[in-house]
């Protein structure tokens, strides 16, 4: 099958500062970052930091107190750490519903893939947390997002998906999406050319054990950088941004062309 390309930019976070109530001290303070297309984060903190207020943020479901959030792509997937349960669908009926809302998005390949066969005529309520887990994963992934959201996505989840999760979010980044997750247990670590991101005391830092090597690669001794337009075949993107990714290069564009 011939991969979705979609337009995708660069999502840029400039002086982002939310806090619930205006009284409240701020949850993020002067968030400065950016997510190229192709991009795999993982963020971590410790409890309470303000992960998932920053990932509401970056899906929009919040709105930044102060500062801008630019380029967000059109369609995000969104995973909470929590699935809300409390409706009154089977898995199916839920599915069939969020499918309507995606313009008939396909969440059949989705519930095949995380072997879920067994689960779809459960009602919602029945659910495990990771089973429940899983249902909000294929929401999230049904509309082919051009940003994937997951909060703690391996919270609960059964040995397979553990391992079949970093190759969807491999090949979520491989045609030009953005993907970042919350993650206490490391489920990605290893991935190339993965990006760690850090909430501490309200500020948002990337992560210096594993630097990206763009300064050291591409700007060379002089700090300048380049930007080129490489022209690929569709079916060999997902390559190429990955070995990019790998050699500390980013994508600030994937465009399909005639
Ligand atoms: N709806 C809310 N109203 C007011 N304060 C909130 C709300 N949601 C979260 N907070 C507060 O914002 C701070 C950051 O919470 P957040 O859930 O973003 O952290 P987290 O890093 O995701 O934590 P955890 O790892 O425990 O899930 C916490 O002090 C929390 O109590």
Redesign the pocket.
């Known amino acids: 099958m011939r991969p979705e390309i979609y337009r995708y930019s660069t999502m840029r976070l400039s002086k982002v500062s939310f806090r619930?109530?205006r009284r409240?001290s701020f949850?993020i303070e002067d968030a400065d970052a950016h997510l190229a297309p192709g991009d795999v984060i993982e963020l971590t903190?410790?409890?309470?930091?303000?992960?998932?207020?920053?990932?509401?943020l970056l899906a929009g479901l919040a709105r930044p107190t102060t500062g801008t959030i630019a380029d967000r792509p059109a369609v995000v997937g969104f995973a909470p750490?929590r699935f809300p349960t409390d409706q009154a669908f089977t898995v199916t009926a839920y599915l069939r519903h969020m499918s309507r809302v995606r313009g008939h998005a396909r969440w059949e390949p989705w519930t095949e893939r995380l072997n879920m066969g067994h689960l779809l005529a459960t009602p919602l309520s029945d659910l495990s947390k990771g089973s429940a887990h899983k249902v909000g994963l294929v929401q999230a992934l049904m509309a082919e997002p051009g940003l994937l959201i997951l909060?703690?996505p391996f919270a609960g989840l059964d040995t397979d998906t553990r391992v079949t999760l970093p190759s969807i979010a491999t090949e979520v980044a491989g045609r030009g999406g953005i993907v970042i997750a919350?993650d206490?247990q490391g489920g990605l670590r290893g991935l190339p050319g993965l990006r760690h991101w850090t909430?501490l005391d309200g500020h948002l830092k990337e992560s210096t054990t594993n630097p990206p090597q763009l300064e050291t690669a591409a700007a060379g001794t002089t700090g300048l950088t380049s930007t080129v337009a490489v022209t690929v075949p569709i079916g060999d993107l997902p390559d190429f941004l990955t070995r990019m990714r790998a050699e500390g290069y980013r994508a600030s564009e994937v465009e399909e062309t005639g």
């Open positions: 619930y109530r409240d949850v903190g410790v409890n309470g930091a303000g992960k998932s207020t920053l990932l509401r750490d909060d703690e919350s206490h909430v």
